[in-house]
C-alpha cells in the first residue's frame, strides 16, 4: 500500500500588513472546521490592534517623555565582515514596509537619512563609519536586528558609538 501525505506551504512575506496576515486564521481553521473561532479571534486582534493604535497616534506620549514630536525610529543592521561581503563591515537602516507600518500605527515616525542612503560599507579613512554615526544622531529610538547582539555594549561597539 502507498501512503501519501499531502503538505500545505503558506509564506506571509507578500503581506505587507499587520491586519491581512490574519485572515491567515480564517484560511486555515476551513481545515479544521473552526471558522467560527477563527472570525472571533481575527475580530478581536483586529479591533486590539485599531485600539491601540488609535491610542498611540491620539495621546500625548511623546510629550510624557519629553519629546515634542512623535519618536523618530530607526532599525538598523550591522554585518561583521565575513566572506559572504568582501570582508567589509557595512551598517544599514531598514526601510521595509511593514515596519514603515509598525511604527506609524503605534504613534512613531518611522527614519530614513536625508539623503535617503540606507546602507554604508566601512572604507579606510572611516568616513562611512562617521556618516552612519551622523545619520544617527536624531534617531529617538533604534531596534538593532543584528544577528547575536545583544547587550548594549555589543550595540556600542558594532555601531562604533560611545554610551556618552
Known amino acids: 500500500m502507498i501512503s501519501i501525505l499531502y503538505f500545505l506551504f503558506l509564506t506571509s512575506y507578500n503581506m505587507l500588513q499587520y491586519i491581512q496576515r490574519t485572515e491567515w486564521l ?8 473552526l471558522e467560527e ?4 479571534i481575527t475580530d478581536t486582534i483586529v479591533s486590539n490592534y485599531k485600539c491601540l ?11 510624557a517623555f519629553g519629546l515634542t514630536t512623535p519618536p523618530l525610529v530607526a532599525f538598523v543592521v550591522y554585518s561583521a565582515p565575513s566572506e559572504f561581503n ?4 557595512s551598517w544599514s537602516f531598514s526601510n521595509a514596509t511593514y515596519k514603515r507600518q509598525y511604527v506609524t500605527a503605534a504613534g512613531g515616525t518611522f527614519y530614513i537619512p536625508a539623503d535617503g542612503k540606507l546602507k554604508y560599507s566601512a572604507s579606510p579613512d572611516l568616513s562611512a563609519e562617521t556618516s552612519f554615526a551622523s545619520a544617527l ?4 529610538i533604534i531596534i538593532d536586528e ?4 545583544g547587550t548594549a555594549a555589543t550595540f556600542y561597539k558594532n555601531f562604533n558609538l560611545s554610551s556618552s
Open 137 to 140: 544622531a536624531p534617531i529617538d
Open 26 to 33: 480564517g484560511f486555515l481553521s476551513t481545515f479544521f472546521n
Open 53 to 63: 493604535s488609535t491610542a498611540a497616534t491620539t495621546s500625548s506620549l511623546p510629550a
Open 146 to 149: 543584528t544577528f547575536g547582539a
Open 37 to 40: 473561532k477563527a472570525t472571533r
Open 86 to 89: 568582501n570582508n567589509t563591515a
